[in-house]
Nanobody, 122 residues
């Protein structure tokens, strides 16, 4: 099973990026998927998650209203649209899959991608 994250990069404050995470090796259409991030010197933190059907989404307070998570089960892919980016959003972003509950919890996910760097300059 592989989760391949992409779409990171360098952007100015106020800009936008769209992260993608494509899963291969098995389907995740019946489980939750999410995004976490880790800044230098900090613990990995929850960013956003989406239920298996896409009907329920969850966000950290720090990104609510700016980030949107979505998924395409036909493509086995989850997305994170990030708008109005701030320097404090700078981190390595990790996608995760396989959660059946506790979507905000790091330990609820069975599979992790390799991470993609997002850098927001001021």
């Amino acid at each position: 099973v592989q989760l391949q994250a992409s779409g990171g990069g360098l952007v100015q404050a106020g800009g936008s990026l769209r992260l993608s995470c494509a899963a291969s090796g098995r389907t995740f259409s019946s489980s939750g998927m999410g995004w976490f991030r880790q800044a230098p010197g900090k613990e990995r933190e929850f960013v956003a998650a989406i239920s298996w059907s896409g009907s329920n989404t969850y966000y950290a307070d720090s990104v609510k209203g700016r980030f949107t998570i979505s998924r395409d089960n036909a493509k086995n892919t989850v997305y994170l649209q990030m708008n109005s980016l701030k320097p404090e959003d700078t981190a390595v972003y990790y996608c995760a899959a396989g959660a059946v509950y506790g979507y905000r919890s790091y330990g609820s996910y069975d599979y992790w991608g390799q991470g993609t760097q997002v850098t927001v300059s001021s």
